[in-house]
C-alpha cells in the first residue's frame, strides 16, 4: 500500500502502480484513486519492485523490497515531472519499522530459522523467542502460553488457513507427543517465515492468545532446492555428570533427513514447490522399578518373594490362586519355582531394580503446493500437509517391554486460496481448508487380551486388548496405563473464509465471513482393561500384598462399563470488518469490528449428558436441547492507533485494544479430568441411564468407571462379573461432572502501548506494555461440596476417619438426590490477569550480524489453569 504524490506532495489521482514478484515474474497492475492511494493485497511473501507511472512525469521504482507473511508495507512514490519514459529507480530496502498497525508481534524469516539451533527442527521451540511467549510444558513437547493467556488459546495457521486441533486446541502440524518433539513437522526450508501477531485485527479471532501464521516458500523461475541429513548416535555423544565412565552409557541415536524443490512448471505463470522430512530416533531412558524376587532368599521374605510368598500360604494352609501361578510363572507344591511371568524376572536379592527402555520414533512429513498465477486478475494456490509417526514410548515406569505405550499419529493440512482482482480498488480472496487429525493411544500388548495371560477379566472387545493394570502394594504396577486407550480422532475441520478489500480514499476497508464445522470422535477408556489392586491383610491378619495375590483376593478393582466413544459436532460462524484510516499522513488509527457465534457442540446418538439441578441427570433430546444454552452475543471491537511521530518512520508509537472470545475446545467438555476428587470423564458419560437405587435411570448414556471392592471381584472365574451397569445409590452416589446451561462465551480484553524508534536501517529498539483480562474463563467448581468438617464427628475424629455417611448428609443437593456425591460444574466465573513489560532489541545484518534480543518483566494470575 502507498501513496502517490508528486514534488509538491500533492496527491496524482490515476497514476499506474505495476508490483512485480522478482522470483515468480508475475506482476499486479493497479490504478491509485482520487487520493492518491493505492493498496495491493493478498501477495506472496518474497521480493518485489513497485513501479509508479503518470502522465508528465517520470517513472519512478523501488526496488529490493520484501514482503513478509501477514504483513503490509507502506510504498510511498514521488514522482518529479518529466517524460513518462524516463525512469528513476531506487533500490533499497523498506524502513524496519511498521507505521500502518498497532499489532504488537515480529517475523522470523527462513534464514534465521536456518542459522539458529533448533532442537528437533521444530520451528514452534522458535516462538519463545517473541517477548511474552513461554513454553508451557505438556506432554513430550510444549505448548505455549501468550501473555499469560492459556495455552490452548493460540491460534495456529499455515499460508493463512486455520491450522487447530479441535479436540485440545492445539497445533495439528507440530502438534503434541507423549514424549519426545512433535508428534509430526512442517520441515523447516519448507518455511518461507513465520509472523506472531498480539492484538491483532478483525480478520483474525476464535481464540485470544497469539496468532501464529508460517507462510510457506513457493516454487520460482528458477529451481531451487535443498538436501539435510543430521545425526546423532551415542558413540559420539558426552557422558553428563550423572552417566560417568564405567557406567552404561544411555543410548541415543537420532536421524533428521529431507529435501525440497521448488521451480516452475510454465514460466511466469505456474510454480511448484515440495519438501519431505523423515524423523528416526532412539532416546533411551534410566529408572528404578520394584519388582518382586523370583528366587526364593535364605531369610523368607513373603513380603518381596514369590516363591516364599506362595510358600507362606501353603504352610498357612491357604488355597494358591491357579491364576495368579500363571502370571508370576510360578509352580507350587514341594518344588516352589518361579520365572517372573508378567513381572519379568528378579534373580536377585532386592524387589528395586534400575531398568529402562527407550523411545522409538519413526515419523514421515512431506507436503505440496502448487502457485498459478491465471492472469494479472486472478491466482489460485493450493497445499497439501502429510504427517504420520509411529511411537513406542515409555510414558512412565513399566516393568516389561510389552507394556509400553503406542502411539500412532496422523495429520493432514490441505488448503485452496482463489485471489481476484477485478479491478484497482477491490480485491476478492476465497479459502477452503480441511484438516485431518487421529491419534490413537494404545498399550504395547493391545493385541492380547487378557485371557491369553490367564486372566478372564470378561473383556473380549479386540480394542480393549492388553493386560489390566494390576497394582501391588509396594510394587510398579504391572500393565500400561489405566486411561488407555484412548482415541483422538479423526477430527476433521472444514474451514471457508472470504474476505474483500475495498480502497476508498483514505480508508483501507477489508470485510469478510467464515463459516467452519468441526468433525470430533473421542473416546477416552477410563480402565477398560480393567484396574485391580492388592493391599493386604485379606488372606489373613498379616498378610503381605504378594501374599494376598498369590490368594486371589483383590482389595478393590474397576472396570469401564458401557462405550464412552463419542461422534460430535460443531457448527461456528463469524463476519467482520476492519478499516485502517489514515486519518493524517503521520498517524493510521485501526477500527475493527469482528462477530462470532459457534454452536453448542452435540453427538450424533444425543449421546451427552448434564446435571440440571431442579431435574438431576438429564440427557441432550430428552430433558434439554443442548448441554448449554447459545451465547449470541460475541462482538468483538478492535481499536488501536499508530503515530509515525517523525514522518520518516523511524520512531513509531503505538496504542491498541481488543475484546476477543474464546471457543472452547472440545476436551474441556468431553474429556475433563482437572479434579482428583472424582474420576469423572466429561458430559459425553454423565449416566443418564444408569440404575439409581435399583431403578433404570430416563436417560440412555451407561458409560462410566464403575469400582467394586474386593468382595465382588472373582479373582478366579470372570473377575469383573459383577460389574454390569452404572450404579447410583443412596449408600454408593455417584460422582459426575456437569455444565452451567448458561454458560456464556468467555472473553479476553487486551490493551497495550507501544514505542518503536530504528537506528539507521539495520537496529531498532521497541518496548511495549501489554495488558490483557481473562473474563468468564471456565473451571470446575464442586457445587455439591459438602460442608467443610461435616465428616468429623467426635466419632470419626476416635478413629481418625471421616464419618461419609454425615458428610454425605451434609452436602447441598443430598436432599433431592442422595445418590450423587461430587457434582463438578463447569462454570465460567474465573478470571486472569496479566501486566507485561516488553523490550526487544533486533539487529538486521547489522555490522554482518543479525541478532534479537528481547527480555519480558511481567506478572499474571489466573484462579484455574
Not at 506482476?27 to 493505492?38: L, Q
Not at 495439528?172 to 485485527?201: K, R
Not at 467452519?516 to 477408556?525: A, H, S
Request: charged content about 15%.
Amino acid at each position: 500500500m502507498g501513496t502517490v504524490r508528486d514534488q509538491s506532495q500533492a496527491s496524482i489521482a490515476g497514476a499506474k502502480v505495476t508490483v512485480t514478484d522478482v522470483e515468480r515474474g508475475t506482476v499486479r497492475t493497479i490504478v491509485t484513486d482520487e487520493a492518491g492511494e493505492y493498496v495491493v493485497p493478498d501477495l506472496v511473501p518474497g521480493k518485489y519492485s513497485v513501479r509508479g507511472e503518470a502522465n508528465g512525469f517520470k517513472s519512478f521504482e523501488r526496488k529490493g523490497l520484501q514482503l513478509e507473511v501477514a504483513k503490509d508495507i507502506r510504498v510511498d512514490l514521488e514522482l518529479t515531472a518529466g517524460d513518462n519514459t524516463e525512469v528513476v529507480v531506487v533500490t533499497s530496502e523498506i524502513p524496519m519499522l511498521d507505521s500502518t498497525t498497532s499489532t504488537l508481534g515480529g517475523t522470523l524469516s527462513n534464514q534465521t530459522i536456518n542459522d539458529l539451533p533448533l532442537n528437533g527442527r521444530n520451528y514452534q521451540n522458535l516462538l519463545q523467542l517473541q517477548p511474552g511467549i513461554m513454553n508451557y510444558p505438556g506432554g513430550g513437547t510444549s505448548t505455549h502460553s501468550s501473555n499469560g493467556i492459556r495455552p490452548e488459546d493460540n491460534v495456529y495457521l499455515v499460508d493463512g488457513m486455520e491450522n487447530v486441533e479441535p479436540f485440545n486446541g492445539g497445533s495439528i502440524i507440530n502438534g503434541n507427543a507423549l514424549a519426545g518433539d512433535a508428534a509430526t513437522v512442517l520441515p523447516i526450508d519448507a518455511i518461507q517465515e513465520f509472523n506472531v501477531e498480539v492484538n491483532p485485527p478483525a480478520e483474525y479471532g476464535w481464540k485470544p492468545g497469539a496468532v501464529v501464521n508460517v507462510g510457506l516458500k513457493s516454487g520460482t523461475n528458477e529451481l531451487h532446492g535443498t538436501a539435510y541429513a543430521f545425526g546423532r548416535d551415542t558413540a559420539l555423544d558426552a557422558r553428563n555428570f550423572y552417566n560417568p565412565a564405567g557406567s552404561p552409557q544411555t543410548p541415543v541415536a537420532l536421524e533428521q533427513f529431507g529435501a525440497t524443490a521448488g521451480g516452475a512448471i510454465i514460466k511466469n505463470k505456474l510454480f511448484y514447490f515440495g519438501g519431505y522430512e523423515g524423523q528416526r530416533y532412539t532416546v533411551g531412558n534410566s529408572y528404578s522399578v520394584a519388582v518382586p524376587e523370583t528366587t526364593a532368599q535364605t531369610t523368607p521374605d513373603s513380603a518381596n518373594s514369590l516363591p516364599n510368598a506362595i510358600a507362606a500360604l501353603q504352610t498357612a494352609g491357604i488355597p494358591v490362586s491357579p491364576v495368579s501361578l500363571k502370571l508370576a510363572g510360578c509352580t507350587a507344591g514341594t518344588s516352589i519355582a518361579c520365572t517372573g511371568g508378567v513381572f519379568g524376572a528378579n534373580n536377585g536379592t532386592s524387589p528395586n531394580l534400575s531398568v529402562g527402555f527407550p523411545n522409538e520414533v519413526t515419523g514421515n512429513n512431506g507436503l505440496v503446493k502448487i502457485d498459478y498465477h491465471l492472469n494479472d486478475n486472478n491466482t489460485i494456490s493450493g497445499m497439501y500437509f502429510f504427517g504420520d509417526s509411529n511411537g513406542t514410548l515409555a510414558d512412565k515406569q513399566y516393568v516389561q517391554p510389552q507394556y509400553l505405550t503406542l502411539l500412532h499419529t496422523r495429520a493432514q493440512v490441505a488448503d485452496g486460496h482463489w485471489t481476484w482482482t477485478p479491478n484497482s480498488s477491490w480485491v476478492n480472496e476465497a479459502h477452503f481448508g480441511y484438516s485431518r487429525m487421529y491419534q490413537p493411544v494404545f498399550p504395547g500388548d493391545q493385541n492380547v487380551l487378557a485371557s491369553t495371560y490367564g486372566l478372564d477379566t470378561g473383556v473380549t472387545n479386540p480394542l480393549l486388548g492388553g493386560l489390566p493394570s494390576i497394582s501391588i502394594s509396594g510394587f510398579t504396577a504391572l500393565g500400561n496405563g489405566a486411561n488407555h486407550p484412548k482415541i483422538i480422532g479423526p477430527d476433521e475441520s472444514f474451514d471457508f473464509i472470504d474476505n474483500v478489500s475495498r480502497l476508498y480514499g483514505k480508508h483501507a476497508i477489508k470485510f469478510g465471513g467464515e463459516v467452519r464445522k468441526y468433525l470430533v470422535d473421542q473416546g477416552t477408556f477410563r480402565s477398560a482393561r480393567g484396574t485391580i489392586k492388592f493391599s493386604k491383610n485379606s488372606a489373613f491378619h498379616g498378610a503381605t500384598p504378594l501374599e494376598d495375590f498369590f490368594a486371589g483376593l483383590p482389595s478393590q478393582g474397576s472396570i469401564q462399563v458401557g462405550d464412552p466413544t463419542r461422534h460430535l459436532s460443531q457448527w461456528s460462524y463469524a463476519g467482520f470488518v476492519q478499516d485502517d484510516w489514515r486519518i493524517r499522513p503521520r498517524i493510521t488509527l485501526n477500527l475493527g469490528l469482528r462477530y462470532e457465534f459457534s454452536t453448542p457442540p452435540s453427538d450424533s446418538q444425543d449421546l451427552l449428558g448434564n446435571f440440571d439441578p431442579t431435574l438431576g441427570l438429564v440427557q441432550v433430546g430428552q430433558q434439554i436441547g443442548s448441554i448449554y444454552k447459545p451465547d449470541y452475543r460475541n462482538f468483538s471491537p478492535r481499536l488501536g492507533i499508530a503515530w509515525d511521530v517523525t514522518g520518516d518512520g523511524t520512531t513509531i508509537v503505538r496504542a491498541g485494544g481488543s475484546i476477543i472470545y474464546d471457543t472452547l475446545s472440545m476436551d474441556v467438555l468431553i474429556s475433563q479430568q482437572q479434579t482428583s476428587n472424582a474420576p469423572t470423564l466429561g458430559l459425553g458419560v454423565i449416566p443418564t441411564g444408569a440404575l439409581i437405587n435399583g431403578v433404570p435411570g430416563t436417560g440412555t448414556i451407561d458409560a462410566s468407571s464403575v469400582t467394586l471392592p474386593g468382595s465382588q471381584l472373582n479373582w478366579n472365574g470372570t473377575v469383573f462379573a459383577n460389574a454390569t451397569t452404572v450404579t447410583c445409590s443412596n449408600g454408593s452416589p455417584c460422582s459426575i461432572l456437569g455444565m452451567d446451561q448458561n454458560f456464556r462465551t468467555p472473553y479476553v480484553s487486551t490493551w497495550t502501548l507501544n514505542v518503536q524508534h530504528s537506528f539507521g536501517g539495520n537496529l531498532s529498539a521497541e518496548v511495549a506494555y501489554v495488558g490483557n483480562h481473562g473474563t468468564k474463563l471456565p473451571g470446575i467448581v464442586d457445587i455439591n461440596q459438602a460442608t467443610p468438617g461435616s465428616g468429623w464427628t467426635p466419632a470419626a475424629i476416635a478413629v481418625g476417619a471421616p464419618d461419609t455417611t454425615a458428610e454425605q448428609a451434609a452436602r447441598p443437593f443430598n436432599s433431592a438426590f442422595p445418590y450423587l456425591g461430587f457434582i463438578n460444574y463447569i462454570k465460567g466465573i474465573y478470571s486472569s490477569n496479566y501486566n507485561g513489560l516488553q523490550a526487544t532489541l533486533r539487529g538486521k545484518n547489522y555490522h554482518g550480524v543479525s541478532f534479537l534480543a528481547a527480555y519480558t518483566y511481567s506478572h499474571a494470575l489466573d484462579y484455574s489453569s
